[in-house]
C-alpha cells in the first residue's frame, strides 16, 4: 500500500507537526512485510526541512502538488479541504471540536474558520478521521443528517525512534539538570503556555501549599498570542518566592532537551482544560511515567497506567492529590518493559490506521470524493449557507474561498475542470463562480499558470470530466454534459483573456 503523508509546519502547533511524524515511525514499527510504502509530501520551504530531517522515516519526499502522478492510494491528513490532494484519494482529520466547548478561547473569526472547515471535512471525503470518541460524538450531535460511513476513531501513539531506548546518557542528563537547576526528583509539564493548558492551576496550587514537597519542570514556549495576558498572569503566580523554588521553566528549547527531561522525570502533570488527544500524555505513555492529569473526557478515554485525576478548575483538589503523589509515589515501570509494552501498542494503532486506508480505497469515488468533485458541490452550497445563516458573515466565506483560491494557483488544469462545471449558464452559481473562483485565482498567477490554465486539453480529459461511457457508447446525458462542458470552456478561455491578458 503507497501511503502520502502531508507535512505540516505550523510554528504555532507543533502537535501537528508531531502528529504527521508519529504515524511515520507508527507505520516503520510494523513487521516489514505489513509495511506501506510512505512518501512525504510537502508544500512549504520549512515542511521540506522537516520531512529531510526525517527522510529515513520514508521512501521519498515530494511536493504535496504532485500528488496525482504519484499513484498514492491514501493520502493524508486534511484538516480543511485546502489541504486534500487534487486527484489522489485523501482523508479528512478533525482533532476535536474545542472552538465548540470553548468557544471563549477562540477570536469571532477562528470559530467560523474552524466550523466551516470541519464541517466539509465531515460530510465531504470517503474517510474522515477522528482523534477520539468525544470528537466523533460531537461531530454527530452537530451534524445528525450526515452520513457518518466513512467515519473513523484513530487514537493516534506517541513513536520515538528506535535509537531512542537505547540512547539514555545519564551523564547527558545530570548535565542537563545542573544547568537548569533541576534537582534529581522531579515533575514535568510539556505543555506551550495557551490558555487552555491551564498552567495557571498549577501555579495557583503551589501557592496554596508552600510546604509541598513536589518540584515541577515546565517546557514550552511562555505564550499565548491570542491570550498574551494570560502568560504574564501565569508568570506572576509562579514568581512568588516559595513557589519559584518549585519551578523551573526552560521556555522553548531542543526536542531532545525535551525528552531527555521527560525521560528522566519522576512524573508528570497534565492540567489542560481540553484535548484532542493529548500526545503529551501518549509520550508519557510510552516512557511508563505516573501521572497528574485534568478530569476530562479524553483524558478518561486515554486513561493511561498510574494515572490519577484531578479537578482541573480546582486548585485545592490538585493541591491534594500532590500531596498524596509526593508521598506514595506508584512504582515507575522500567524502560525495558515500557519498551516492550508499547512496541505492542503501537504496531495495534498501525494496524487500526492501515485499515481505514483500506475503508478509504473502497469507498472512494473520484466522481463523488475528489477534490473538483467536491468543491464542486461545497461552494454554492457554503453560499447558500451563509446567505442564510445568521451565524455566519460574507468575510468568514470569503476567507474560506481565500484558502480555496490558494489551492487552485498551483493546480490551474483543476481549476479549468472546476470552472467547467461552475460556470455553465444555467448554474445559478455561475456568474459568482466566474468572478470569484476563476479570475480571483487567475488575477494573483504567474503569466505561465494563467497558460496552463489556456491550454487545458479536456479531449485528453475526458475521464477527469466525469463523462463515462456505457456499453461502449456516450450516453445521452454524457454527449450534453461534454458539448456544454467544451462550451464552458471555450467562454471561460475567452473571459480570462479578456480580462487577464497573458
Known amino acids: 500500500m503507497k501511503i502520502g503523508l502531508r507535512v505540516f509546519y505550523n510554528a504555532g ?48 519526499i515530494e511536493k504535496f502538488s504532485n500528488a496525482r502522478a504519484l499513484n498514492l492510494d491514501f493520502v493524508y491528513p486534511a484538516t480543511q479541504l485546502p489541504e486534500a490532494p487534487f486527484g489522489a484519494p485523501w482523508g479528512g482529520w478533525i482533532p476535536d471540536w474545542q472552538c465548540q466547548h470553548l468557544p471563549e478561547m477562540f477570536e469571532k473569526q477562528e470559530l467560523a474558520r474552524r ?90 496550587a503551589l501557592s496554596l501549599a508552600p510546604d509541598l514537597d513536589i518540584h515541577i519542570v515546565m517546557t514550552g514556549a511562555i505564550e499565548d498570542s491570542r491570550w498574551p495576558k494570560y502568560a504574564k498572569q501565569v508568570q506572576k503566580l509562579l514568581a512568588i518566592p516559595n513557589v519559584a523554588s518549585k519551578v523551573t521553566l526552560t521556555n522553548r528549547i531542543s526536542r531532545d532537551e525535551q525528552l531527555m527531561l521527560l525521560r528522566g522525570a519522576t512524573g508528570y502533570i497534565q492540567p489542560s482544560l481540553f484535548e484532542g488527544w493529548s500526545t503529551f500524555i501518549e509520550e508519557a505513555r510510552a516512557l511508563g511515567l505516573p501521572g497528574l492529569i485534568s478530569d476530562i473526557p479524553v483524558h478518561r478515554e486515554q486513561s493511561p497506567p498510574d494515572s490519577t485525576f484531578f479537578d482541573p478548575r480546582n486548585a485545592n483538589d490538585l493541591v491534594q492529590k500532590m500531596k498524596n503523589i509526593s508521598t506514595n509515589l506508584p512504582r515507575r515501570t522500567s ?109 494573483k498567477c504567474s503569466p505561465e499558470i494563467r497558460q496552463r490554465f489556456l491550454d487545458f486539453d479536456l479531449e485528453s480529459d475526458i475521464e477527469a470530466q466525469g463523462i463515462r461511457k456505457l456499453q461502449g457508447e456516450m450516453s445521452t446525458y454524457d454527449v450534453q454534459t461534454q458539448l456544454a462542458i467544451k462550451s464552458t470552456l471555450f467562454r471561460l478561455r475567452d473571459l480570462v483573456r479578456r480580462k487577464l491578458p497573458t
Not at 30 to 59: C, G, Q
Open 13 to 60: 502547533w507543533m502537535g501537528g507537526i508531531n502528529y504527521v511524524l508519529n504515524i511515520a515511525r507508527m507505520l516503520n514499527n510494523l513487521p516489514e512485510h505489513e509495511r506501506p510504502d510512505i512518501t512525504f509530501l510537502t508544500s512549504t520551504p520549512e515542511s521540506e526541512i522537516i520531512a529531510n530531517n526525517n527522510r529515513n522515516l520514508v521512501s521519498r
Open 115 to 204: 466550523f466551516l472547515h470541519y464541517r466539509e471535512l465531515a460530510r465531504r471525503p470517503s474517510v474522515c478521521l477522528f482523534s477520539s470518541f468525544q470528537a466523533i460524538e460531537d461531530t454527530r450531535i452537530l451534524f445528525p443528517d450526515f452520513d457518518d460511513s466513512g467515519w473513523s476513531v484513530f487514537n493516534f501513539p506517541a513513536v520515538f525512534d528506535s535509537s531512542f531506548w537505547d540512547k539514555h546518557n545519564s551523564t547527558a542528563h545530570e548535565k542537563l539538570r545542573a544547568r537548569m537547576n533541576i534537582p534529581e526528583n522531579y515533575f514535568i509539564i510539556c505543555n506551550q503556555f495557551w490558555k487552555h493548558k491551564n498552567h495557571l492551576v498549577v501555579a495557583e
Open 335 to 443: 524502560l525495558t518493559d515500557a519498551k516492550n509494552r508499547h512496541a505492542e501498542y503501537t504496531q495495534n494503532c498501525a494496524r487500526v490506521f492501515l485499515n481505514i486506508a483500506r475503508k478509504s480505497q473502497k469507498m472512494y469515488d473520484p466522481q463523488k470524493h475528489e477534490l473538483v468533485a467536491v468543491l464542486e458541490q461545497t461552494i454554492p452550497e457554503l453560499f447558500e449557507h451563509i446567505a442564510e445563516n445568521n451565524r455566519y458573515e460574507q468575510r468568514d466565506l470569503d476567507r474560506w474561498l481565500a484558502a480555496i483560491r490558494l489551492s487552485l494557483r498551483d493546480h490551474p488544469e483543476d481549476l479549468a475542470r472546476l470552472g467547467a462545471r461552475l460556470c455553465q449558464d444555467n448554474h445559478k452559481f455561475s456568474e459568482n463562480a466566474k468572478k470569484l473562483i476563476v479570475i480571483a485565482t487567475l488575477a
